[in-house]
């Protein structure tokens, strides 16, 4: 079969012959449909993330991680599990039968595989975690990446009265207003321009932050947020930190916290297996209802090495069809 193969950290994966997996007992042989191509699986061939001899145990090896595919009996499935040599880039894979879940009917597997986790990244934190109540106002720091446009779409879904968006790409921020959010702020600004956005938003009132970005974007933010003046609040701020694209720290000030209002936590707070197994159903409700949308661009298998070495694709989702 032709795969995607690492031949050694730090290497770009090949598009080559691999011999076919043979599924052992308790395992299960996936016709391989689609694959997202995420930051993670070049950070694990790069050897840089910290599980990556973790998970690719042995090379060569054929990458990625989770997809969408077929059973033998023609079912489509959502399928994860894999373990080195085999992984999901490649024709065919096996995975352990238990981690296998069926894909509704009528939804598309490469829609399937590019959508409900990036969706999940941002439903779990606004439902679960903040606790989102109809009528507040989320803000969207980092809203033109591809969990951003969905969380924009979510925060809609769930009932947000106002949707601000944070982000540097004009086209994009554009798009953001189309997907429903009332407000951006263009992050290219001076700094002084930015904390006036923030400041003129802050005086609104904002109930909820999804936190994409991190860094000096964020700490902009929390100093909007912050009172100059010594007095109650009377303002909740639920700040949900999810992404770190803008820096991995930041410089809080000890009265950021103490007079603002401002709670902070990360995105897996209130997270269980019910709140998982809930918010999947109601993701493959909202695809099959067509409610959610994505830019995505598909990618034959074959292309693996072009599609490896590009940076271009800011916004959109890579899935990789074999």
Not at 73 to 79: A, E, P, Q, S
Not at 242 to 267: Q, Y
């Amino acid at each position: 079969m032709k795969a995607a193969v690492l031949q050694k950290f730090g290497d770009t994966p090949r598009y080559q012959d691999f011999p076919d997996p043979v599924p052992s007992q308790n395992e299960v042989l996936i016709q391989v449909k689609a694959v997202t191509l995420e930051n993670i699986d070049k950070m694990m061939t790069e050897g840089t993330h910290f599980a990556s001899k973790q998970f690719l145990t042995q090379l060569p090896a054929i990458v990625g991680f989770d997809g969408i595919g077929e059973l033998p009996d023609g079912r489509l499935v959502g399928f994860g599990g894999t373990k080195a040599p085999y992984g999901a880039m490649a024709e065919k894979t096996v995975v352990p039968s238990m981690y296998t879940v069926p894909v509704p009917d009528d939804v598309d597997a490469v829609i399937a595989a590019a959508l409900p986790a990036s969706a999940l990244t941002s439903l779990f934190p606004l439902k679960w975690g903040a606790k989102l109540q109809q009528g507040e106002t989320v803000l969207i720091n980092g809203a033109t990446g591809v969990s951003g446009k969905l969380a924009v779409q979510i925060a809609k879904l769930l009932g947000a009265g106002r949707i601000v968006g944070t982000g540097r790409n004009p086209e994009s921020l554009e798009r953001v207003i189309e997907l429903g959010a009332d407000a951006v702020i263009d992050l290219t600004q001076s700094e002084q321009q930015v904390m006036e956005a923030f400041k003129k938003e802050a005086d609104i009132g904002i109930d909820i932050v999804l936190d994409f970005l991190w860094g000096s974007p964020t700490e902009l933010l929390i100093k909007a947020l912050t009172p100059q003046e010594l007095g109650f609040t009377g303002h909740r701020t639920r700040l949900i930190q999810i992404g770190e694209k803008a820096g991995a720290s930041i410089s809080l000030p000890a009265d950021a916290l103490r007079t603002s209002g401002l709670e902070i936590t990360g995105a897996a707070a209130g997270l269980t297996a019910e709140a998982m197994n809930e918010g999947t159903n109601l993701v493959w409700e909202w695809l099959k209802g067509n409610k959610l949308t994505m830019d995505i661009e598909e990618v034959p298998l074959q292309d693996i090495e072009t599609i490896w070495k590009r940076n271009d694709f800011q916004g959109k989702r890579i899935v990789i069809i074999p």
